[in-house]
């Protein structure tokens, strides 16, 4: 259903590290981007093998997700829901989903917490639907995940991503154990209050002893952002010609900045950084961007 991509590997001039290397899954695809590709691929052929016609999701007002499920459906000849959470509101990413032909269904905080009851009331009795979870979280993501520590060199010491459910690092440390790597796989939560991200990749993969969960970089929580961070993005930008986003890969080149000023990587270990894309989520904060300018 989706052809094999095999995204870049680009080199990063860094003052401190001669070998920091980022895997560009931001160029996999303008709208169905990064580890949102990897995470779809196997849902939508799961869903194809089993005759279904009707993809239902689910993700907030700014997801990314919810872009990548509705270009992904409507390339591949599938209907698309989505339940939002929240209030009734239009954005850019909302406009994006209903020119994909996505049908948007507002739903209160309190339903959406629910999403197999949600699926269950409105879509139960359709034998032509498919539930996707929100942002494509499952054992397909994972395995679809996996296959990007197979496009990477063997001989790297460490492997970073950010994780908001921790889907994407499940597939990466699964991969590695796959790989019969040494790979120490590094996770950069974006949420606050994220120890449940540990536990939540350990469920697929009991790697243990190469994963190492990083919580002191969330600058506030889920799609929250510091001054701090903006400059560093700011910076980081201008410097390298690289787009980032403030909700995940700020973040997560911040994170490897900072431990690699204070010790923690060593100057010439190979480490690759996932660049996950989700670069649409920068107009969900415009306002804060603006700010620095």
Same mark, same amino acid.
Not at 125 to 149: K, L, Q, R
Not at 261 to 270: F, S, T, V, Y
């Given at each position: 259903?989706?052809?094999?991509?095999? +995204?870049?590997?680009?080199?990063?001039?860094?003052?401190?590290?001669?070998?920091?290397?980022?895997?560009?899954?931001?160029?996999?695809?303008?709208?169905?981007?990064?580890?949102?590709?990897?995470?779809?691929?196997?849902?939508?052929?799961?869903?194809?093998?089993?005759?279904?016609?009707?993809?239902?999701?689910?993700?907030?007002?700014? +997801?990314?997700?919810?872009? @990548?499920?509705?270009?992904?459906?409507?390339?591949?000849?599938?209907?698309?829901?989505?339940?939002?959470?929240? !209030?009734?509101?239009?954005? !850019?990413?909302?406009?994006?989903?209903?020119? =994909?032909?996505?049908?948007?269904?507002?739903?209160?905080?309190?339903?959406?917490? *629910?999403?197999?009851?949600?699926?269950?009331? =409105?879509?139960?009795?359709?034998?032509?639907?498919?539930?996707?979870?929100?942002?494509?979280?499952?054992?397909?993501?994972?395995?679809?995940?996996? /296959?990007?520590?197979? /496009?990477?060199? !063997?001989?790297?010491?460490?492997?970073?991503? @950010?994780?908001?459910?921790?889907?994407? @690092?499940?597939?990466?440390?699964?991969?590695?154990?796959?790989?019969?790597?040494?790979?120490?796989?590094?996770?950069?939560?974006?949420?606050?209050?994220?120890?449940?991200?540990?536990? !939540?990749?350990?469920?697929?993969? *009991?790697?243990?002893?190469?994963?190492?969960?990083?919580? *002191?970089?969330?600058?506030?929580?889920?799609?929250?952002?510091?001054?701090?961070?903006?400059?560093?993005?700011?910076?980081?930008?201008?410097?390298?010609?690289?787009?980032?986003?403030?909700?995940?890969?700020?973040?997560?080149?911040?994170?490897?900045?900072?431990?690699? *000023?204070?010790?923690?990587?060593?100057?010439?270990?190979?480490?690759?950084?996932?660049?996950?894309?989700?670069?649409?989520?920068?107009?969900?904060?415009?306002? /804060?961007?603006?700010?620095?300018?």
């Amino acid at each position: 259903m989706f052809t094999n991509v095999y +995204s870049p590997l680009e080199k990063l001039n860094h003052t401190r590290l001669n070998e920091l290397w980022v895997k560009r899954d931001d160029q996999i695809d303008p709208y169905i981007s990064g580890n949102k590709w990897r995470k779809l691929k196997y849902n939508l052929a799961r869903a194809r093998d089993l005759q279904k016609t009707h993809l239902v999701t689910f993700g907030g007002a700014f +997801s990314n997700h919810l872009v @990548a499920t509705a270009a992904a459906a409507a390339r591949t000849g599938f209907k698309a829901t989505a339940f939002v959470r929240g !209030e009734v509101v239009d954005n !850019e990413m909302l406009l994006l989903c209903r020119l =994909y032909g996505m049908d948007l269904r507002f739903t209160d905080r309190l339903s959406y917490k *629910d999403k197999e009851a949600l699926f269950q009331k =409105y879509f139960g009795n359709n034998p032509d639907t498919f539930f996707i979870d929100e942002g494509g979280a499952g054992a397909d993501a994972v395995s679809g995940c996996a /296959e990007i520590v197979s /496009e990477l060199p !063997e001989d790297v010491s460490h492997l970073f991503c @950010a994780a908001g459910t921790g889907t994407t @690092a499940a597939g990466l440390l699964s991969g590695i154990k796959t790989a019969d790597s040494k790979t120490v796989l590094h996770v950069i939560p974006v949420l606050k209050g994220a120890g449940f991200i540990r536990d !939540e990749i350990l469920k697929y993969c *009991d790697l243990e002893g190469q994963l190492v969960v990083h919580n *002191d970089y969330h600058f506030g929580g889920y799609a929250k952002t510091q001054p701090e961070l903006l400059q560093f993005m700011k910076t980081f930008i201008a410097d390298t010609g690289m787009l980032i986003d403030p909700v995940y890969t700020a973040k997560l080149f911040y994170a490897i900045d900072d431990l690699s *000023d204070r010790g923690a990587l060593k100057p010439d270990e190979k480490i690759v950084a996932l660049h996950t894309g989700g670069l649409l989520g920068i107009w969900g904060m415009k306002n /804060e961007l603006r700010s620095i300018y």
